[in-house]
C-alpha cells in the first residue's frame, strides 16, 4: 500500500504540499487519474488520486468545491490540484470543504509534471503490490511444504510464528490446544 503521505515523499511530488484534509491523507492509492473532463467523477471507481490543471471547469469558479464531496463518496484517495494559469490560487471554499469531509488536497506547483507524478506514483504502488505478492507465494510454498511434509500442527504454528512474529494456536472442538 502507498499511502498518500508516503507518496508525498516521493520526488515526483516535491514541491507539493497537502493544505486540507490532512485527517485522511493515510489513504491508499490504488491508481493515479487526471481530470479532463468535467464529469470525471462517472469514470472513477475508488482509490484514485486525482491530478487536475482545473482546466475542465477554468469558468466556474465553484466547480472544484462542488466536486469534492462527490470524489470523497466515491471513495478517492485526494486531489492534486496544480497552481497556475486555470487556476491561479486554491479556493478557500475547496479549502473548507476538504478539511471538513477529512478529503486530502495536495497543492501542486505550476511546475510539476503530471507524466512524472503518474509514472513514480504507479510504479511505486505496482511495486509494492509485486512485494506482497511474492511474500505471500512464499509463505503458501512454507505453509505447503510443511503439510506436504507431513507436518505436524505444532511445526504449522512454528512457521507462523517464524513467519509473522505472531504466537497462533491450534484447538480443537472443546478448545484444548493442540499446537
Not at 42 to 57: H, I, K, N, Q
Not at 69 to 98: I, N, S
Not at 139 to 157: C, D, K, N, W
Request: with cysteine.
Amino acid at each position: 500500500m502507498l499511502s498518500l503521505r508516503d507518496a508525498l515523499a516521493l520526488p515526483s511530488l516535491a514541491g507539493a504540499r497537502l493544505v486540507a484534509g490532512e485527517r485522511g491523507a493515510g489513504r491508499a492509492i490504488r491508481v493515479v487519474n487526471i481530470m479532463e473532463v468535467p464529469d470525471i467523477v462517472r469514470w472513477m471507481r475508488g482509490g484514485e488520486f486525482l491530478l487536475t490543471t482545473a482546466y475542465p471547469v477554468r469558468d466556474d469558479a465553484e466547480a472544484l468545491t462542488r466536486l469534492v464531496p462527490v470524489l470523497a463518496r466515491r471513495g478517492l484517495t485526494g486531489l492534486g490540484v496544480k497552481v497556475g494559469p486555470y487556476l491561479p490560487a486554491l479556493p478557500p471554499a475547496l479549502l473548507d470543504v476538504c478539511e471538513e469531509l477529512d478529503f486530502p488536497l495536495v497543492e501542486l506547483p505550476g511546475d510539476a509534471m503530471f507524466n512524472d507524478i503518474l509514472s513514480e506514483v504507479l510504479g511505486t504502488v505496482l511495486n509494492r503490490q509485486a512485494l506482497a505478492l511474492e511474500r505471500s507465494r512464499a509463505i503458501h510454498e512454507r505453509f505447503t511444504a510443511v503439510a506436504l511434509g507431513g507436518g505436524s500442527y505444532q511445526e504449522l504454528m512454528n512457521v507462523l510464528l517464524e513467519l509473522t512474529g505472531l504466537a497462533a494456536a491450534v484447538r480443537d472442538e472443546q478448545g484444548l490446544v493442540l499446537a
